[in-house]
């Protein structure tokens, strides 16, 4: 079994990634082709225009098919966020595709935290059930030995990005079964009542990124930020971040084209 994601946590490296907003097999394939420092590549469903289901499933296994299993680990962002009560039906959808991870967006409370542990993990730690024909093959496993694995090789992953999840972020580092606590820098923004970041956030943001580094690290859990350029993760690297997001599909798609159109018509 194939988990880049997990395999760096468990040796303290930093594992970078990037982001998946449009759907197609091929599409996800090429990305998670695209470097050998990718460690994951996170299939946005909640901003982006991938479907959960079926479409995040077939990005799921374009991406664990490359390299005869050895891809990078695919993940899914749900589309509900953790103010809502759709959370438990979206963890299972994407689990069930197949995901080595799941992150839930906007998470602000520790009830709603130990809600979204349980709903990843089968009994006797969670509640989540089983049923999928697929999900065991995605991982190159038998069913036996997937439900024996799954739970300790899940990563469950939550969003800090608004004041309130700030406030509490202490707490939420501290639940059983939450392994990331991961930074959206522009939501979170936005909830303290600063600008977008342009591309990187307003200093007083800044503080508040660094406190919840700190914070994920004293509890023993890896930090994570969304980033929108190399020289950003590098950045992020250095100052300890365990998990960052270094590109998009179409941030790359659109930088590419425009830098090869301006070499191109140099002397038009």
Known sequence: MAHPLLNSFRAGKPALGAWLTLPGLFHARTVAQASPHLSWVMIDCEHGLVPLNPGAAESVAAIHGIDKGNGPSALIRIPATGVSGSTSWQIKYALDAGARGVLVPMVS?????????????????????????????????????????????????????????????????????????????????ASLGFQLPSPDPHPEVEKVIQRILKVSHEAGKKCAIFCTSGAQAAKRVSEGFDMINVTTDTGAMSEAIAAHMEAAAVKL
């Open 109 to 189: 409370t520790v009830e709603k935290a130990k809600e979204l542990v349980s709903d990843s993990l089968f009994p006797p730690d969670g509640r989540r059930g089983f049923g999928s024909p697929f999900t065991h093959g995605n991982w190159g496993m038998t069913v036996p030995e997937y439900v024996k694995a799954a739970n300790k090789n899940i990563v469950v992953m939550i969003q800090i990005e608004n004041k309130e999840g700030v406030d509490n972020v202490e707490q939420l580092a501290n639940v059983d079964g939450i392994d990331v606590l991961f930074i959206g820098p522009y939501d979170l923004s």
